[in-house]
């Protein structure tokens, strides 16, 4: 089992152990940011260096916006365990401030990557821009470490059905519920990850009960009905209608993501379970009663029975 290290700049103690860096928001860790990491793995071994992916949390979108303007496709939670996936030694999560928004290019190379991190190579995509008004870019980079026996490479960017691949173009198709696309660009289902929390049991009262997954420090880029399945830490995988936003009809205040499983009737309170959206039903909707409401969930449920049914019959 590969065990992923974290480590938080600035409050890391400096690394001794030279190693092979890559740097990137790495919003969704799409096939692109995939394709990097593994390269930067490849490279480490080889070299016989520590691969390290440097991030920031929060974005530096989020700090200058605040983090509720900005829809991010995978929380930091999530990230970590992409990252654990693609085999990387160390997750090095920059914490993103006032400090390290004015730093200029140069500090941050000698700071926090060579001081810091002891980087001997170092691997970025043809767009990465870092340092005080993004001045530091690629040929930034190599002048600098050049004396310095630090080799700066980059890779040009990835391309699906002819598109580069990216995280504002991933976005861009969550906002048009295209799910297909989507997962072409990410190699896998769009998904939220979060614990099971106990909800207000209106769900249950309707004929419906739900399991309630947190958000907390998620903002997801979409709202409204789903089909989605659910997979449990144990493997199993259930089918279900999910509602993700505000619940307008009942005057809720906060985004909430609820999940009607089929033919599912467990308690599960406090488990971590991974929902993955595959089919946009409809918009929320504020109906005028609870009777509404119900008749409406009623077609969500049929459709999304129908929804897998054909899904499990092209197979």
């Known amino acids: 089992m ?35 990491i593994r390269q930067i793995v490849k490279r480490a071994k080889e070299d016989g260096l520590q691969s390290i992916v440097v991030t920031m949390s929060p974005l530096a979108s989020q700090y200058f916006a605040g983090k509720d303007n900005v829809k991010i496709i995978t929380p930091f939670k999530q990230k970590f365990k992409l990252f654990k996936d693609l085999k990387a030694n160390v997750g090095c999560f920059l914490n993103f401030n006032d400090k390290l928004a004015h730093l200029e290019a140069e500090e941050f190379i000698q700071d926090v990557l060579i001081d810091g991190l002891n980087v001997q190579y170092i691997l970025i995509g043809d767009d990465f821009r870092f340092g005080k008004k993004r001045k530091g870019d690629f040929q930034l980079l190599k002048s600098y470490c050049e004396d310095k026996n630090i080799v700066v490479d980059n890779i040009s960017s990835v391309k699906v059905v002819g598109q580069r691949v990216s995280s504002s173009l991933v976005r861009e198709k969550l906002k048009q519920s295209d799910f297909v696309s989507v997962k072409e660009f990410l190699g896998r289902d769009y998904s939220i990850i979060g614990k099971v929390s106990k909800g207000q049991q209106l769900g249950r009262e309707l004929g419906y009960p739900t399991i309630n997954i947190k958000l907390t420090n998620q903002s997801p880029p979409i709202d409204g009905i789903f089909c989605v399945s659910v997979k449990f830490d144990n493997g199993s995988l259930h089918y279900g209608a999910a509602s993700l936003g505000y619940r307008p009809t009942v005057n809720g205040t906060g985004k909430i993501l609820e999940v009607h499983l089929l033919d599912f009737d467990k308690q599960v309170y406090g488990e971590i379970v991974e929902v993955l959206f595959h089919h946009k039903l409809r918009n929320e909707v504020k109906f005028g009663s609870l009777e509404e409401l119900k008749q409406n969930i009623d077609e969500d449920v049929r459709q999304t029975r129908l929804f897998f049914q054909k899904q499990i019959s092209k197979f």
Do not use: E, M, W
Not at 4 to 16: E, G, H, M, V
């Open 2 to 36: 590969n065990i992923l290290k974290f480590i938080r700049y600035p409050q890391f103690c400096d690394l001794n152990k030279p190693s092979a860096v890559t740097i990137g928001n790495f919003d969704g860790v799409h096939l692109g940011h995939q394709y990097l």
